[in-house]
């Protein structure tokens, strides 16, 4: 069982699996969620775990009507200013942090490492829950994403732009090589609407971008409506 929290930041990637983190944690936790804190690349222009523009992860901040920071690290000093922010947001009355970490010991392990060192709880409302109730939970309720980032290892280009449906789960749990909830980095998901969203985000132009083994849909042009 969770504790109760007043006020917790989100550790966003703009994907299915932060997004229904954040959803549990309000649900389930009472938690006030009054920030995201996405991470990218050095330069800013894209974010760390999904390769997402920076501007386009903006978007789900302003249909959510939440607040997000977003820090600019080099992977040799990511934890460094991971811990910056989570600082700040102690110094705000944040007192803990939602993480959409499913079953990888290392990931949960780094997690609260650096919430202790910060003086945070860590809280992970999707671990060791099965893939099929996560995908049929996020769907439930209400949840509308996309793929935005596939693997050439596990998936073609075909696959970009797919909603995240119950046809996309029969058809991923066909493929024996692939997580349905696409934990070693198979897929990546963009979220465009659901119970967190006051607005939705409609995808009016995108295309298509190939780089070292993976296929990306940037995201052009849109609107929040």
């Given at each position: 069982?969770?504790?109760?929290?007043?006020?917790?930041?989100?550790?966003?990637?703009?994907?299915?699996?932060?997004?229904?983190?954040?959803?549990?944690?309000?649900?389930?936790?009472?938690?006030?969620?009054?920030?995201?804190?996405?991470?990218?690349?050095?330069?800013?222009?894209?974010?760390?775990?999904?390769?997402?523009?920076?501007?386009?992860?903006?978007?789900?901040?302003?249909?959510?009507?939440?607040?997000?920071?977003?820090?600019?690290?080099?992977?040799?000093?990511?934890?460094?200013?991971?811990?910056?922010?989570?600082?700040?947001?102690?110094?705000e009355?944040?007192?803990?942090?939602?993480?959409?970490?499913i079953?990888?010991?290392?990931?949960?392990?780094?997690?609260?490492?650096?919430?202790?060192?910060?003086?945070?709880?860590?809280?992970?409302?999707?671990?060791?829950r099965t893939?099929?109730?996560?995908?049929?939970?996020?769907?439930?309720?209400?949840?509308?994403?996309?793929?935005?980032?596939?693997?050439?290892?596990?998936?073609?280009?075909?696959?970009?732009?797919?909603?995240?449906?119950?046809?996309?789960?029969?058809?991923?749990?066909?493929?024996?090589?692939?997580?349905?909830?696409?934990?070693?980095?198979?897929?990546?998901?963009?979220?465009?609407?659901?119970?967190?969203?006051?607005?939705?985000?409609?995808?009016t132009?995108?295309?298509?971008?190939?780089?070292?083994?993976?296929?990306?849909?940037?995201?052009?042009?849109?609107?929040?409506?």
């Amino acid at each position: 069982m969770f504790q109760k929290h007043k006020k917790v930041f989100a550790s966003w990637s703009g994907g299915k699996d932060s997004a229904l983190a954040c959803y549990l944690a309000k649900k389930n936790c009472n938690a006030e969620v009054t920030s995201l804190l996405n991470m990218l690349s050095e330069n800013g222009t894209h974010s760390r775990s999904h390769h997402l523009s920076a501007k386009v992860l903006q978007l789900q901040t302003a249909a959510m009507g939440i607040p997000m920071v977003q820090m600019k690290a080099t992977w040799q000093h990511y934890e460094e200013e991971f811990k910056k922010a989570l600082l700040k947001f102690k110094k705000e009355g944040i007192q803990a942090g939602v993480f959409g970490d499913i079953d990888l010991q290392e990931h949960r392990d780094w997690v609260e490492k650096v919430c202790n060192e910060t003086s945070m709880e860590s809280l992970l409302p999707l671990w060791h829950r099965t893939r099929e109730s996560l995908m049929e939970e996020f769907i439930s309720a209400g949840f509308k994403a996309i793929i935005v980032a596939v693997n050439l290892e596990f998936l073609g280009s075909e696959w970009l732009g797919r909603q995240i449906d119950a046809e996309f789960v029969e058809d991923i749990k066909r493929l024996p090589q692939v997580d349905l909830c696409g934990e070693k980095g198979e897929y990546h998901t963009f979220v465009t609407s659901g119970p967190l969203f006051k607005k939705r985000i409609e995808i009016t132009k995108s295309r298509r971008r190939y780089k070292k083994g993976r296929w990306f849909l940037d995201i052009l042009e849109w609107r929040i409506v």
